[in-house]
């Protein structure tokens, strides 16, 4: 179980990670939610990261890739990816089911739910922060013994770390009370092992770049709607969805961006004034997709 996945990169001196998020994906393909066509959305996001990223290694899901956990939408999620020919690791967001998440991936398919992978010189290790029927994350004992055990097999690799969660604040008080609830027990253990570069994440739906003593912690863009940086409450943003590329160096040095892709669905007013009935400002979809 300890062993990481050996994904076999063609050039270890640099690999290329792309981490997608939220993608809040329907049962229906033509479903909208907040006025953004979210399966459209995402194969937009995935188009831009093949023409610009040919050479990617390794995509990373951050969760929520649906809005509902439904096995539809999970089936929708594998087919969108059939133009992906790289490993695509994904865990589970707040609005994720994990056992349908599973049982939708196509036997043989380069997906992984929540498995650590090493890519070149670098481990990725993708956390399960989801608590199911709530939108705050939690990090159980057994991932977090997992986490550490990990990290103490590959002490000498470089490290990137993936959960849904944020592990910090982000100075907008509605996301905050819906963050990683134990991050103090997480960076115990980040703080044991110095191998650990980078802490990244996903349902904030915005990207954030900031740094803990050796660490670099940062969020991404969703791959639909986007919510607006340092409000107390719900607020859409009229900014592109997008993704966050990391170049990853055989030293343990690394770069990373946000890429944004610009394209016609923002939400509207009326999109800003739906009736939103979970803690997360996104409103419930009934079977068969309310904006369809
Ligand atoms: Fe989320």
Redesign the pocket.
């Known amino acids: 179980m300890l062993a990481a996945l050996d994904v076999g990169v063609p050039d270890p001196a640099r690999v290329t990670v792309v981490q997608i998020s ?1 993608s809040h994906l329907l049962q229906s393909g033509s479903g909208r939610l907040l006025g953004v066509p979210t399966g459209e959305s995402l194969r937009r996001v995935l188009r831009d990261i093949r023409k610009r990223y040919p050479e990617v290694d390794v995509i990373v899901h951050s ?2 890739i649906a809005q509902d956990g439904h096995s539809h939408s999970y089936r929708q999620f594998s087919r969108i990816l059939r133009c992906i020919n790289v490993p695509v690791l994904c865990i589970p ?3 994720d089911d994990r056992a349908a998440i599973t049982n939708a991936l196509r036997p043989g398919s380069p997906t992984h739910v929540n498995r650590s992978v090493r890519a070149g010189a670098w481990l990725i290790v993708t956390l399960d922060t989801m608590v199911p029927n709530e ?1 705050y994350g939690s990090l159980s004992d057994l991932e977090l013994r997992r986490l550490h055990l990990e990290l103490g097999c590959h002490a000498r690799m470089p490290t990137l770390i993936f959960l ?2 944020p592990p910090v604040m982000i100075k907008s008080a509605w996301m905050d009370s ?1 963050a990683l609830r134990n991050a103090q027990r997480l960076f115990a253990i980040v703080d044991e092992h110095p191998q650990v570069r980078i802490l990244a994440w ?2 904030n739906h915005q990207a954030f770049d900031t740094w803990r003593q050796r660490q670099r912690l940062l969020g991404v863009p969703a791959t639909c709607f986007q919510y607006k940086p340092g409000c107390a409450e719900f607020a859409l943003d009229a900014v592109a969805p997008g993704y966050r590329v990391f170049q990853l160096f055989g030293d343990g040095a690394f770069d990373t961006d946000v890429v944004r892709v610009p394209h016609a669905w923002f939400p509207t007013e009326s999109d800003r004034q739906s009736d939103c009935k979970r803690n ?1 400002g996104i409103p419930r979809v009934r079977l068969g997709d309310a904006h369809d």
């Open positions: 939220d969760g929520d967001g707040n609005h939108d849904h969660h819906m996903g349902h997360d």
